[in-house]
């Protein structure tokens, strides 16, 4: 059964106006429910990952990181349960992590992301780590933080924010998209990405498990329906795993995160 975690106070995390708001989380529990809500922050874990100035900066800071990242006086505390919560959730969880990571780099917040949840998933884990990142904005910060143990692959809209990830190499499979974005082409790529992973023998999956390739996001160009995450579900399922909760900016989500636990149960 798939453990669906939430972080405690994400709801304080919260601009007026921004797309990266609290009613996200909700529009998923609505439909899927939760398990757990996480509340622990282990902080001697965040400088394993993030420089020490940037973390002490999220600490007493309020304000913008970057046009589109907001600290609130609630954020660090949030923000630090999301990555302790991504560390030490138990294989077959979902955790809903707001604020969202894979923008974030070792030494800045950026794209409403303020800590890497999904490295901090990946460092934790002592087997050959596969990232899958399905967010439709492609990873910068978790390519840039890449874990020994990990390997990477991403599908994301080529000319879109931040404007990364159009090469790849032996650790790196990049695939920009310059169109609309189909289930059919995602299945394609799910493809390919697996095949990527077995190459290079992982054995475990973190899913940076972004919604915003939706037809219904307000802020990409794809056209993924929630059945395509069905499928990517299906795909997970004979693996050991964990998802972190990316992007997804529509109440689309809670449909497309239903889809991705039924095809990860099915059976
Ligand atoms: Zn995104």
Same mark, same amino acid.
Not at 85 to 88: D, E, G, R, T, V
């Given at each position: 059964m798939v453990k669906i975690i939430t972080i405690k106070d994400h709801e304080r995390h919260y601009y007026p106006n921004h797309p990266e708001k609290p009613e996200r989380v909700e529009w998923i529990v609505k439909e899927v429910g939760y398990s757990r809500e996480w509340e622990r922050v282990d902080e001697s874990l965040l400088e394993r990952v993030h420089h020490p100035e940037y973390i002490s900066l999220v600490k007493t800071y309020v304000g913008w990181l970057d046009p589109d990242t907001y600290v609130t006086p609630y954020t660090y505390q949030i923000a630090? +349960? *999301?990555a302790t *919560? %991504? =560390? =030490?959730a138990k294989e077959g969880s979902l955790i809903l992590t707001r604020p969202p990571g894979h923008h974030a780099t070792r030494n800045k917040g950026m794209g409403f992301c303020i800590f890497n949840n999904a490295v901090f998933s990946a460092i934790s884990k002592e087997e050959k780590v596969g990232i899958l990142d399905v967010d *439709? &904005? &492609?990873g910068n910060g978790t390519e840039e933080l890449l874990p020994e143990n990990a390997v990477y692959a991403s599908v994301h809209m080529g000319s879109g924010y931040p404007g990364? #990830? +159009? %090469? %790849?190499d032996k650790r790196r499979f990049n695939m920009p998209v310059y169109h609309s974005l189909t289930d059919?082409?995602? *299945?394609?790529? $799910?493809e390919m990405a697996f095949r990527f992973f077995q190459e290079r023998g992982v054995e475990f999956i973190v899913v940076s $498990? #972004?919604?915003d390739g939706l037809y219904s996001d307000p802020l990409t160009y794809f056209s993924l329906t929630p059945k395509a995450f069905y499928e990517l579900g299906e795909r997970i399922r004979e693996w050991s795993w964990v998802a972190v909760l990316e992007g997804g900016y529509s109440p689309l989500i809670g449909e497309a995160a239903k889809k991705f636990i039924e095809g990860i149960s099915k059976g």
């Open positions: 630090a +349960r *999301a *919560a %991504s =560390y =030490y *439709a &904005h &492609h990364t #990830g +159009r %090469s %790849s059919k082409e995602f *299945a394609e790529f $799910l $498990l #972004g919604f």
